[in-house]
């Protein structure tokens, strides 16, 4: 089991840019898969981004793609979420989850089994 705890979230106009955080604890962060989902007001869970355990591995929503990317540093047990080009429809809550497998594309809910307690966005028009 690992502990996941996002920050970095908050309140940008449109075309500004965010990076959210997302850090592990109680296991070896290099371990695990790590993806990012959101969650938007009355919408479903949707992906939006995943990496690898070694970090050379990256994975986008047709979304997202060219505006967000996705980095970690193993070191500091920790994935980033670079956004830019934000959009009002962005806005979400923002979950970072681990998986101990090899990553599966298209990812689903339950390829993770932990998951954070999420972090809120909000792109202004």
């Known amino acids: 089991q690992v502990q996941l705890i996002e920050s970095g979230g908050g309140l940008v106009q449109a075309g500004g840019s965010l990076r959210l955080s997302c850090k592990a604890s109680g296991r070896t962060f290099s371990g695990y898969v790590i993806g990012w989902f959101r969650q938007a007001p009355g919408k479903e869970r949707d992906f939006v981004a995943a990496i690898s355990r070694s970090g050379d591995g990256t994975y986008y929503a047709d979304s997202v793609k060219g505006r967000i990317a996705i980095s970690r540093d193993n070191a500091k047990n920790t994935v980033y979420l670079e956004m830019n080009s934000l959009k009002p429809e962005d806005t979400a809550v923002y979950f970072c989850?681990?998986?101990?497998?090899?990553?599966?594309?298209?990812?689903?809910?339950?390829?993770?089994?932990?998951w954070g307690q999420g972090t809120q966005v909000t792109v202004s028009s």
């Open positions: 989850a681990a998986r101990s497998g090899d990553y599966i594309h298209p990812p689903t809910l339950a390829d993770f089994e932990s």
